[in-house]
């Protein structure tokens, strides 16, 4: 899901930073579109759903069109969130975040999120296009909403470093391998979990991805 929807919003810029909000088609990202949604941003710290898949909605089983998307988080991956999104939409990254939806009864549902720029001409303004996948679909799903949700991992990644893409063997080739990995929030810390490979603030850092 995060690698087929990066495809296709990479290979739909181009050369530019991200591709305009009118060119992206959603017949041809017809299987993706439950999982999907777009965030309208008015600032890193004014961010809403614009629109939202079904699947999406229904794990969190309300309608999350007008929501904001800061809300439900703790303070330090609000605060992580609002990094992102500023990298995002001032410097055109991507951004990969691995994610624990909690419902009210201690269910833990794990995602995986990507977020790209979209541009919108004339309105001198970026949306995001993100998705947010579950990495299993447990009998609960739907039946008991997300109420928080928390970081377990992030990546920031850099499209336009494309030497390695370039020179890579084709069967290598990850669309997002993560070039960076947000050092201006890193914090000393003790031992990592195996297979971790930094820790950003209070958040692990694995290399790779999920799905």
């Keep these: ?110 995602m995986e999120m990507l977020l790209v720029p979209l541009n919108v001409p004339g309105e001198g303004r970026i949306r995001i296009l993100g998705s947010c996948t579950p990495m299993e679909k447990p009998y609960w799903i739907g039946l008991h909403p997300i109420l928080n949700q928390s970081i377990s991992s992030l990546r920031l990644v850099w499209p336009d470093e494309r030497p390695y893409f370039v020179d890579a063997p084709a069967a290598t080739i990850n669309p997002i391998l993560p070039r960076f990995t947000a050092e201006g929030m890193s914090m000393p810390t003790p031992h990592l979990p195996q297979g971790a490979e930094r820790k950003v603030g209070h958040l692990t850092v694995y290399s790779g991805g999920k799905s």
């Design 1 to 110: 899901m995060t690698q087929t929807l990066y495809n296709y919003w990479d290979n739909l810029r181009g050369a530019r930073p991200a591709p305009n909000r009118s060119e992206v088609d959603p017949g041809e990202i017809r299987g993706l579109l439950g999982d999907t949604f777009i965030l309208e941003t008015n600032g890193p710290r004014d961010v809403r759903y614009r629109l939202a898949g079904t699947r999406l909605c229904s794990a969190h089983c309300r309608e999350l069109k007008g929501r904001n998307f800061l809300r439900g988080w703790s303070v330090k991956d609000r605060e992580a969130l609002e990094s992102l999104i500023a990298a995002i939409t001032e410097d055109a990254a991507a951004a990969v975040i691995g994610i624990n939806g909690h419902t009210e009864r201690g269910q833990v549902l794990h």
